[in-house]
């Protein structure tokens, strides 16, 4: 298992930027696919982005062009460039280890894109 925290969320205005991060326990951090996830009121949890322990990402059309996902293997960090914003990307904002039947989740960061 892995333990995951994200931070980085906030109020920001539409137009505006935000970097999320999320910090991972443990020593095996580059053997997994990481992925942000987000949930906004009254709707179910879907992808942002993936990226996987080889590097290769992969976007939801919604976000392509301003949101960039990246990690950090020597810091056991993944995060999430947010460029942008509108308003409809406010929602809490998870992070996800997958590798083999390993499936980890944090506790999730609140963006709220709000003028």
């Known amino acids: 298992q892995v333990q995951l925290v994200e931070s980085g969320g906030g109020l920001v205005q539409p137009g505006g930027s935000l970097r999320l991060s999320c910090a991972a326990s443990?020593?095996?951090?580059?053997?997994?696919?990481m992925g942000w996830y987000r949930q906004a009121p009254g709707k179910q949890r879907e992808l942002v982005a993936r990226i996987s322990s080889g590097g290769s990402t992969n976007y939801a059309d919604s976000v392509k062009g301003r949101f960039t996902i990246s990690r950090d293997n020597a810091k056991n960090t993944v995060y999430l460039e947010m460029n942008s914003l509108k308003s409809e990307d406010t929602a809490v904002y998870y992070c996800?280890?997958?590798?083999?039947?390993?499936?980890?989740w944090g506790k999730g960061t609140l963006v709220t894109v709000s003028s």
């Open positions: 443990g020593s095996a951090f580059s053997i997994f696919d």
């Open positions: 996800n280890a997958a590798w083999s039947a390993m499936n980890n």
